[in-house]
């Protein structure tokens, strides 16, 4: 489901029974488009979050953590400016659309009371947050700012007055009355979504698919299955999200049309613990995509450079494998120099090293014979020394490919707050140029934490430093480790010298899941205690090497997830 009018008018009801009267605290705009407001109401503090992502646009109260940028934004700095302690006075949904006044009064310097709307609306790649002076009808500012020459319509820069986006002649299906709800289902030819869409406000696609469900299947009772469905999306609200046909959905009822045999449902408390779980995931994916942007661009480079270099080193090697070859044709052209003609593309001569057979040497023309043979003999040299050091280089070279190959793996499973560790062990390592030197310290992130079915501790590193300091430092001799076997991924550790069978599968599952081959079958997971892991003098972060391991084999499930704690 999108977030429509419907599932916008039914967060509100849940947003007022929590928030109203509440006083903001404090006011964060960690990224961009988003903006959180912490809100002690009814005893605690509530952290509201209003998105204006293209995306991912919605309004929930969260609880996941957010990193805030050193430097606060401009638009933070006047929110603060205006709404720090103010009260929260009312929420409401404008009709039925993806439109939501926030109402807020706050005293001013002289003591006067003052009305202020910040105003939210979810439309998509136009979604925008702004405050409004209520008494001026003016902008106070704006997170995006929208100038005529983008929007002919309206102008949305500070000072500008306000006007609201293009008003629908559709009925709100929460307001209109009975008589007119029927006269229009009465009409109705064709029950397809869009028809109702046209008809009503604010309606989904999914959202309508499921009254055109209900309706079509008793045609000569429309109003009674209409009103049994608004009924019961306002009285008896199942915050639900649907696993369909390979897609995912988040709906206030489970939705008739979206279910069939193979369809799983996980109900939730409240709509904004549902958004949690359904846009977590996806909005952290995205924000990683752009924060991480430079990081990923900066090590796919490196992979791909060091890729060259090893074709290019085991191509060396392969040819010194021929370097004596090169070193008999030069000795068979400084005896026979006088049979070899000046100017010649090539010239065979009798191979005494192997019984006189006809051997073709390929020449230069541009050069004498002596020089040619000159020429075999230093390719021959380069070749014996570069033999030397070429194993030590491949090994090396191998061993930086899975290094790379790791922390990519790692930028794939990470969250905002993973960015600036990686960052940093990236900038320790060299690949990465430090930004500033007097950049702000922030606390090391923290090895995720399970709990296994049976109550024993698993730990999940999420970067190599994490790695590092879980199997190194945190783990005991007597805890068990285990990892992806050959394949970039976290390290596991689960606390306890005598795991059940159960919690190893739990723990394997969850290195599977958070590796390189999230989304594979049979993935093979080694494991064994932590006293027969040592880390070698000089290794990059996070690469150990084991011995005694076993093997098994899982498929990785996000619901693993479900024992994070």
């Known amino acids: 489901m999108s977030f429509d009018g419907v599932f916008t008018h039914l967060m509100v009801a849940e947003l007022n029974q929590q928030l109203i009267n509440g006083r903001v605290n404090k006011i964060h705009q960690p990224y961009e488009n988003e903006v959180v407001f912490v809100i002690r109401s009814q005893g605690k503090n509530h952290k509201l979050l209003l998105s204006a992502h293209p995306s991912y646009a919605r309004v929930q109260c969260t609880t996941i953590a ?7 934004p401009n638009f933070l700095m006047m929110l603060r400016k205006y709404l720090e302690g103010a009260i929260l006075a009312k929420i409401e949904q404008i009709d039925n659309d993806r439109v939501i006044h926030f109402h807020f009064t706050r005293r001013d310097e002289l003591g006067d009371l003052q009305s202020l ?22 902008i106070v500012d704006t997170i995006k700012h929208v100038g005529h020459s983008q ?21 709100d299906p929460f307001t209109a009355s009975h008589t007119k709800v029927f006269e229009v289902l009465s009409t109705i030819d064709e029950w397809t979504a869009k028809t109702l869409q046209q008809q009503f406000q604010g ?62 449902i996980t109900a939730f408390d409240s709509l904004s613990t549902l958004l949690d779980h359904f846009y977590h995931d996806k909005a952290e994916r995205d924000r990683v995509k752009q924060q991480g942007g430079e990081l990923l661009k900066k090590i796919e480079n490196e992979l791909k450079r060091n890729q060259n270099k090893l074709q290019k080193r085991q191509q060396t090697l392969q040819d010194s494998e021929n370097a004596e070859a090169f070193r008999q044709k030069g000795e068979l052209l400084t005896t026979f120099m006088a049979q070899v003609p000046r100017g010649a593309q090539s010239v065979t001569l009798e191979n005494y090293y192997e019984e006189n057979r006809p051997l073709a040497i390929a020449l230069d023309p541009a050069l004498t014979p002596n020089q040619n043979a ?19 280089q491949i090994a090396e070279t191998k061993e930086e490919i899975a290094y790379l190959e790791s922390v990519l793996a790692q930028l794939e499973i990470a969250s905002p707050l993973d960015l600036a560790t990686i960052r940093e062990e990236l900038v320790a390592q060299g690949y990465v140029k430090n930004r500033s030197k007097q950049r702000k310290k922030t606390a090391p992130s923290q090895p995720e934490r399970y709990l296994s079915s049976d109550g024993t501790e698993i730990l999940v590193g999420k970067n190599n430093l994490q790695n590092d300091q879980l199997t190194l430092k945190t783990a005991r001799k007597t805890d068990y480790w285990l990892h992806t076997k050959n394949i970039p991924g976290s390290h596991v550790i689960v606390r306890s010298e005598d795991p059940s069978e159960e919690t190893l599968l739990e723990a394997a599952e969850l290195a ?31 690469f150990v090497i084991y011995e005694n391991q076993k093997t098994l084999y899982v498929t990785p499930n996000e619901t693993i997830l479900q024992l994070r704690q």
């Open 512 to 542: 599977a899941y958070f590796s390189k081959y999230r989304q594979s079958a049979q993935v093979p997971v080694d494991y064994v205690q932590v006293k027969h892991i040592r880390k070698p003098n000089g290794a990059k972060p996070g």
């Open 203 to 264: 309606l989904g696609k999914d959202t309508a698919d499921e009254l055109i469900y209900r309706i079509t299947a008793n045609l000569n009772d429309k109003l009674r299955q209409w009103d049994h469905f608004f009924a019961e999306i306002t009285n008896q609200v199942q915050p639900s999200y649907i696993e369909s046909n390979g897609k995912e959905f988040f709906t206030p009822i489970p939705y008739q049309s979206l279910l069939d045999e193979s369809s799983q």
């Open 117 to 138: 709307v910040l105003i939210v609306e979810l439309m998509g790649r136009h979604s925008t947050i702004l405050l409004l002076n209520n008494a001026t009808g003016k």
């Open 151 to 171: 929007n002919t319509y309206r102008t949305l820069l500070p000072g500008a007055e306000y006007i609201a986006p293009p008003k629908q002649t559709t009925l």
């Open 66 to 72: 957010y990193q805030n940028p050193n430097t606060p």
């Open 374 to 392: 000159q020429k075999y003999f230093q390719r021959y040299q380069k070749l014996k020394n570069a033999v030397k050091l070429i194993h030590q």
